[in-house]
């Protein structure tokens, strides 16, 4: 158990929608990380919270957006839901920004 | 920017036997190395890295080795287990600033061990 917990592990919606998936990280990580996992891409990575701000950001869609609240636990909302959304979407914290990543179970988000 | 290919995509082998996974990189400011064990349905777990001053790194049955002048990597399971069936995926990054979110995963490596 990495201690990392992502919640709901299954999320089924349709297209046009808006879902929130949660992450709290471990306890002491400062850090946190959104991850997409789908089966042609691998693990792309979305954006970076480093203590309640944002410190990085990758190939995340101008539909997705995430914060971390004070108690660091983070929050990834998407909208406007496409079936292309459909995928393993994975939350990892780490200590600080040069420390390793552990990673949550993931959501499975399925649109249909 | 960085760029991990990583291969095979897929390995079969016996129980008892070693498996190698290997992987290059392209950016040469990368020197952190980690290697993550996904099973099925869970997340990746951290199961071994290596820093760029370090050619060689071993916990218990498996090793990853380091070649920076060639810019591969290598993970090396020995005595395979049931338990060890699963995707691993190597990574690559450099240290420093937000380091963490420019780390580059390979396309993965779904390992089955034959019993």
């Known amino acids: 158990d990495s201690g990392v917990t992502q919640t709901p592990k299954h999320l089924i919606t349709a297209t046009g929608q808006r879902v929130t998936l949660r992450c709290s990280p471990r306890?002491?990580?400062?850090?946190v990380y959104w991850y997409q996992q789908s089966l042609d891409q691998g693990l792309q990575f979305l954006i970076q919270y480093y203590n309640g701000e944002e410190r990085a950001k990758g190939n995340i869609l101008e539909r997705f957006s995430a914060q971390q609240f004070p108690d660091l636990h983070s929050e990834l909302n998407l909208s406007s839901l496409e079936l292309g959304d459909s995928a393993l979407y994975f939350c990892?914290?780490?200590?600080?920004?040069?420390?390793?990543?552990?990673f949550g179970n993931g959501t499975r988000l399925t649109v249909t | 920017g960085e760029n991990v290919e990583q291969h095979p995509s897929t390995l079969s082998v016996q129980e008892g036997d070693s498996a190698v996974i290997k992987c290059t990189y392209s950016d040469s400011a990368s020197n952190y190395f980690p290697w993550y064990k996904q099973e099925l349905g869970k997340g990746p777990q951290l199961i071994i890295d290596?820093?760029?001053?370090?050619g060689e790194k071993k916990d218990q049955r498996i090793a990853v080795t380091l070649n920076k002048t060639a810019k591969h990597f290598s993970l090396h399971i020995t005595e395979t287990q049931p338990e060890d069936s699963a995707v691993y995926f190597c990574?690559?990054?450099?240290?420093?600033?937000?380091?963490?979110?420019?780390?580059?995963f390979g396309s993965g490596t779904r390992l089955s061990i034959r019993p």
């Open positions: 290596i820093r760029s001053n370090v």
């Open positions: 306890s002491g990580d400062l850090s």
């Open positions: 990574a690559a990054s450099p240290t420093g600033y937000s380091s963490a979110s420019k780390i580059i």
């Open positions: 990892a914290s780490s200590v600080d920004y040069n420390s390793p990543l552990h």
